[in-house]
C-alpha cells in the first residue's frame, strides 16, 4: 500500500483550499475530512454538541472510513485533508506509519473567531490545537524528526513558494499549474457537512490568495471565546517555531 498523504490541520486554518489546490494536481485521490464525517455524523458521533435527532448515518464508522482509506490506497495515491482530533482515541505507532504526515496550522485568533461566526455555540473540544500539537510530537518522536508544518498566512501570502517548500518535504511533484483554477467550482461535492455552506468563498475564488477577514477580532470576541483563545495560543506557537519558510 502507498503511504497516504496526511494534511493534518484544524478547523477554519484554510485547509479546504489547500486541499482544493490539491484536487487540480489531478494525479491524487483526495479525501475531504473523512474520519471527521464519522466523527459529526457516524452511527456512533463523538462531537460534543450532538443531540439526539441530529444526523447520522448507518454503517459509517471510524472503521469503515480507515478500511476505505486503505483500500483506496492500494489503487494508487491518496491525499486526505483531516482534523487529529478526530481519531486521537486511536493513534499508536502501527496506525501512524501509514501516513506522509504533514502539518497546516494558523493563528488561532483566526481559527476561533471564524468558528464563533459559524457555531457561537462552538465547544472547545471541536477547535483542535491541543490534539494537532500532540499528533505534531507523538510523530517527531517516532521517526526522530518533525514533520513538515505550513502557517495559512506564509502560505496564501506566498502560494508558490510555500507549496513548492510543501511538494519537496512531502516527496511529491510541484505542479505550479495546480495554484490556479477557475471560478465557480463546488468544493461542496465534496463536503459532508451541510451542503458546504462553509466553502463558499472558495467556490468563488481562482487561487490561493490573503483573504479579507469576515468576522471580529479577538479583542471584541466574548470573554468565553478570548479564554478558549488563550489556552489554544502556546499549542500554536510550538508548531509555529517548526513551521517551512520561504
Not at 513548492?164 to 483554477?181: H, N, Q, T
Amino acid at each position: 500500500m502507498t503511504k497516504i498523504l496526511a494534511l493534518w490541520a484544524v478547523p477554519r486554518s484554510t485547509s479546504t483550499a489547500f486541499e482544493w489546490m490539491m484536487r487540480q494536481r489531478g494525479d491524487l485521490d483526495c479525501l475531504h475530512e473523512p474520519f471527521g464525517e464519522a466523527w459529526y455524523q457516524g452511527e456512533d458521533p463523538l462531537w460534543h454538541r450532538f443531540k439526539p435527532g441530529d444526523v447520522t448515518t448507518p454503517g459509517l464508522t471510524l472503521e469503515t472510513v480507515w478500511s476505505d482509506i486503505q483500500a483506496r490506497a492500494q489503487k494508487g495515491p491518496v491525499f486526505i485533508k483531516d482534523f487529529p482530533h478526530y481519531i486521537n482515541h486511536i493513534w499508536n505507532a502501527e496506525f501512524l506509519s501509514n501516513f506522509n504526515h504533514a502539518f497546516l496550522i494558523r493563528d488561532p485568533a483566526k481559527t476561533i473567531t471564524s468558528m464563533y461566526k459559524q457555531w457561537p455555540d462552538f465547544a472547545e473540544g471541536e477547535v483542535g490545537f491541543p490534539e494537532q500539537r500532540a499528533l505534531f510530537d507523538l510523530i517527531a518522536a517516532l521517526n526522530g524528526t518533525p514533520p513538515p508544518v505550513i502557517d495559512s498566512d506564509d502560505l496564501l501570502e506566498n502560494p508558490h513558494a510555500m507549496t513548492e517548500r510543501f511538494c519537496e518535504a512531502v516527496g511529491i511533484p510541484f505542479l505550479e499549474d495546480a495554484l490556479s483554477w477557475e471560478p465557480g467550482g463546488d468544493p461542496s461535492a465534496h463536503s459532508w457537512w451541510d451542503g458546504g455552506s462553509f466553502h463558499a468563498n472558495l467556490a468563488n475564488s481562482t487561487g490561493l490568495a490573503p483573504q479579507p477577514r469576515k468576522h471580529i477580532s479577538i479583542t471584541d470576541a466574548p470573554d468565553r471565546v478570548k479564554q478558549v483563545y488563550r489556552r489554544m495560543k502556546p499549542h500554536y506557537d510550538h508548531l509555529y517555531k517548526h513551521r517551512l519558510t520561504g
